[in-house]
Structures are given as C-alpha cells and as structure tokens.
C-alpha cells in the first residue's frame, strides 16, 4: 500500500481478512490487506473511510441483488505491511454485522473507496469532539493524528464501562466517557448535556459531532447558536437514526 491521491468513488476492490480480534464486547478489529498492490491513500487526512460489503454469492449476483454495504474508518493503516485495521460496532442484526460476527482469516471482502472524510482542522486553538461508538474509531484515528500541544476535549457515549477504550494521542486530550447502563442509544440526552457542560476552550475552536441523527443536529444548534462556532469549523455526521434498523441498542 503506498500514499498517494485519493482514487475516485468509483475506485473498488478486493479486501483479505488477515486477523480477527475483540477490542470490547461490542466492537471487533478486523485486520485486513488489500489484494491488488496499491490501495492509493490521502496522507494529510487521518479519518479515510471504505465501502464495504461482503462478496456477493451466486445467487445474488444471479438475481441482481446489491450486496448490503456499509462504510468504516479506516482505524490504522501500515504502509509497510499493507495492512488496515477497520473497527466494526457490532450493533443490530443486518447482514454485514452477522458476517462480521462470524469472519475469520481468510475470508473477503468487496469496498469501494477510499475517500477522505471531513475532520477538525488539528491547527485550531482547541477540538471539541463528541461521539457514541459509532463515531469511536474515527474519533481516535483523529487523536492518534493530532499533534502535541492541541486540546481535545473528547465525550464518548457508551453502553458501559467495558466499552471504553484506550485512545493513544500526543495531543492534550482529555477524554469524558458517559455510560448509558442499559439505556437504549440515542434516548439519554447524556451526549448533549455533557456537551453542554464542558468549560468551553477560548480562541478558534473546532468541532466534530458524530452519531444518531437527532443529538447530531442538537449539539450542532448548541455549538453555532450558543457558542458562536462558525460554520466552517462546525463538522456533524449523523451516522444513525433512533427507530431504524441496525440502530445501536
């Protein structure tokens, strides 16, 4: 795998599963390296994202049907080895999560990509991130990018203390986990009053905001309304709806 310009949307490819490891209950590493030579990545952007689907089987090529299909960080990418690692939240029952459950070296996978995803500018004065675990590894490929001396002060909403994770960053990141203790995700307000209450960072402050649609557009309305953030430094990603299929529970 070699850096380089980011290839069009277009862009596809075949994925090799090469390991398979639990980071949390809910969330499995799957390690993979590409099979065509090169997979062209953008090196100034630390959040680039992948289509994946598993490989359609004869009777869907045969019938026509679209392999289901979802986008993934791009947790960690060795150029020597030519390895990604891709973090999946095992959430829901879709047909990507139980192939996730169950993939193990050897198998495949199709992906589409990659493409650069929006991310905090890492020369502002401070990054206000905030997230459940869908947005959690894109979180921390963000931290591991970010230079000594940057603030980040970071909220993650969890199912539990076993859904924490370490986050290795050379920034000043200061990191507050909230537990919804067998809350349903996107129902606690927890993200948005947390948000809320931060000491909020003077000077030019980014801000990143990722997970169910709805808290997304809240805590956005929060940062431009209540704390002045212009819109170029605003970045909010709703990953997920409450009430649809394959929503986190």
Known sequence: MTAGSVPARGSSGRLRVTGVAPLTPAMLRLTVEVEEPHLPLDPTCPNQVLRLS???DDAGVLSG???ASRTYTIRRADPATGRLDLDVVLHGDGLFVRWARTAAPGDTLDFTGPRPHAVPSLTADAVVMATDET???????????????????AVVEVADAAEEQPLPS?????????????AAA????ALERAVRSLPWPSGAVDVWVAGEAGEVRVIRRFAATD?????HRLHAFGYWRLGRAGSPT
Do not use: F, N, Q, Y
């Not at 920034?171 to 067998?182: I, S």
């Not at 704390?227 to 819109?231: K, N, P, T």
């Open 65 to 67: 049907a679209r392999p």
């Open 54 to 56: 598993p490989p359609a």
């Open 170 to 182: 050379a920034a000043d990141l200061r990191v507050t986990w909230l537990h919804r203790d067998g």
């Open 227 to 231: 704390r002045g953030v212009e819109r």
């Open 135 to 153: 947005g959690l590894p894109a979180l921390a490929a963000v931290a591991a990018a970010a230079p000594a001396g940057l603030a980040i002060h």
């Open 186 to 189: 996107g129902t606690t307000g």
